[in-house]
């Protein structure tokens, strides 16, 4: 299996502060580079969440892969040693463009949502998912390079709208994910032109509407969410049930108009309107 990717290169290193380490990130380039994204994920998914992964046949074991993998561009960060050099794969992201998403058959955000309404943007629109850091490297520092490399990626392709889905664990049974849609669609849910529709709902008591807006009922955005939110992301409409993963997943969308002035530069390179090349 081949991986469809972009020209390979390094993003400058990030270096957060003294004795923080160094992370460089890049796009895979090769067949190795993929595994190590596959194994990430593994642990991350199956080992660390509990989700049932149902590979292709011939996986192999250890390897959260899917058919979508072959035609994605995969996003890796590692942590730099000076004197022993790269470590270990610490965070990934796979990122699906309009063209690559055709030759798939569709957004893997397709077999959650029905993204009819998105139609008119799809041929602007990148994918993001699988998104994932190991457990001993959550920080800021490793979103950020991720993200850098991301905003990078959209100028280059001259794309200017993402979409993707944000996943909420299941261990209370959908409480905090229902009652997180209930708060923020009051805040941050598309115009109605643009909401999309879960394949599969999770269930949402009514009873919990009334309570959304009691800062007690009210459970905080898990930090990457949050992170989208602040940077200008909206919801598309309500949560899908994952079942495999065992997570309720908000549809998110964030178009390059609506990026907050203070990310827009750190991200895309510009100061204001969309970056150069693109446009709504």
Known sequence: ????????????????AAH?????TRWADCEEDLRDAQRLRFRVFAQEMGAHLVPPEGTPPGLDADRFDP?????????IDPEHGPG????????????????????YTDTEFDLTP?????GRALELGRSCVDAEWRSGSVIMALWTALGAYMVEHRLDTMIGCASIGMEDHGLAAARLWHRLCRTH????RWRVEPRIALPLDTDLEADAGSDAAAPAAPPLIKGYLRCGARLLGPPALDAAFNT????????????????RQHFFGVSSGVPCGVST
């Not at 309009?98 to 030759?103: E, H, I, L, N, V």
């Open 88 to 107: 270990p794969l610490i965070g990934t992201y796979r990122v699906l463009t309009p063209d690559a998403a055709r030759r798939a058959g569709g957004f």
């Open 71 to 79: 035609f994605c561009d995969h996003l890796l960060v590692r942590a």
């Open 189 to 192: 849910l598309v115009e109605q």
């Open 248 to 263: 309720a997943d908000l549809p998110l969308m964030l178009r390059l108009d609506d990026v907050a002035p203070r990310y």
């Open 118 to 122: 998105l139609m008119p943007l799809r």
């Open 20 to 24: 923080a380490p160094v992370l460089e």
């Open 1 to 16: 299996m081949q991986t469809e990717t972009i020209a390979a290169r390094a993003f400058p290193i990030h270096r957060p």
